[in-house]
């Protein structure tokens, strides 16, 4: 069953705001396998013109895909979670995310789509440090795979 075209513009209140540790950063690049000093080097940051180490761009999924899970637990929206698969991820910065940042994500139903009996969500994400500077903005896109016919 298609979802409700009416939650198109919902936006969600802002997650509880997360701390970025350099720590955390650390572990991200090692897990992503991304060698960059600015990462994990506040000297080397400081070379690029950062006050602390920054986070790889694709950091902040961790943090906007847990807000946009929000969204996909609304029971009025009716998303069958069992059946979602992440389509794509796409990111707009205004600067990079600093360790010492704590940020917070505001989410927004951006579009729903049926394709195929499949339910495609776009879900915007807002992100602003504690001060309410925009950070970044990331488009979630997921997939509600069709129920298989008995």
Not at 67 to 95: I, M, W
Not at 118 to 126: M, P, S, Y
């Amino acid at each position: 069953m298609a979802l409700d075209q009416s939650f198109v513009g919902r936006t969600y209140p802002p997650t509880t705001p997360y701390e970025v540790g350099r720590e955390k950063i650390r572990e991200f690049a090692e897990a992503v396998g991304d060698t960059n000093p600015a990462y994990t080097d506040p000297q080397a940051a400081a070379a690029f013109g950062h006050a602390d180490v920054i986070a790889p761009p694709t950091f902040v999924f961790s943090i906007t895909f847990k807000a946009a899970g929000e969204v996909v637990k609304d029971p009025q929206l009716g998303l069958d979670y069992s059946r979602v698969v992440h389509r794509e991820q796409k990111f707009a910065y205004t600067r990079p995310v600093r360790a010492g940042d704590r940020l917070a994500v505001t989410s927004t139903i951006e579009g729903i789509k049926s394709l195929a009996g499949n339910d495609i969500v776009e879900v915007r994400g807002e992100v602003h440090d504690e001060t309410g500077e925009h950070v970044v903005t990331a488009w979630t896109t997921l997939v509600a795979r069709a129920a298989e016919e008995a």
